[in-house]
């Protein structure tokens, strides 16, 4: 299994991932968005970053930027040929880097919030893609409003079920 002791070696594993799986589609990134995949305001980041950013602010679009590389990332974690091992040193890169605050976490969550993103309720159900430590932010509260639902739910139908039997 492939652990990480920096952030550095975290990020640049999950970005050589997205660029690696950017060749194989034939998407193409330029310098520029592969740059920004560094971007963050605290931890290690590339010396020019802020130059970087300015640049990007100017030429890019955040939203189109965003969802090619969380269309790279739901690429990544559906290919067929992933092993368990694949899967688990993307799962520790992520732990690692969710240490502190990327933008790269917020690209690749983006990709599982549009995977899982599939009818009205699924924003409140709890997320079962996840294979790594812990749990996505804000999914902890999701299954506890499930299960309080759940069981209120349940309570109205055995309530029902002894008035009927009456």
Known sequence: ????????QAKEYLIGQIVGEAGRKGVELSEIERKMLYFTESGWTLPDILKVNEEF?????????????????????????RTQEDMDAWDNAVGKLSEEDHYLLVLIDLASETKSASGPLSPWLPSLSY??????????FRLIVVAL???????VLLALRAMLSR
């Open 1 to 8: 299994m492939r652990n990480f002791s920096t952030t550095r």
């Open 57 to 81: 602010e100017r030429e890019y679009s955040n939203d189109e930027y965003e969802q090619k590389i969380a269309g790279l990332v739901r690429g990544i974690c559906s290919r067929d040929d």
């Open 131 to 140: 294979h790594g430590p812990g749990r996505p932010q804000g999914d902890v």
């Open 149 to 155: 639902v759940s069981s209120a739910i349940l309570l």
